[in-house]
């Protein structure tokens, strides 16, 4: 019964693959948008990721007082 059902409604719910030219040139338009978003927080927040990788330097002169 199920399958009969499915079968029945198989072509009304089929979506229409169809892309306009407006919708690509969104898409396009989408991805140059999260490109630049990205690069303008990496910008912002670039003082604390340099951090993450590079050590401060009180770490290194207190590492050459004991004698590490």
Known sequence: ???QVVALLSP???PQA???PGSGSFLVQL???AVVGAGFLIKAYWKKI???F???GSKKENGKESGQ
Do not use: G, H, P, Q
């Open 31 to 33: 991805l140059i948008a």
């Open 18 to 20: 169809y892309l306009d």
């Open 54 to 56: 590079t050590r401060s």
């Open 50 to 52: 340099k951090s993450l």
């Open 1 to 3: 019964m199920y399958i």
């Open 12 to 14: 009304i719910l089929r």
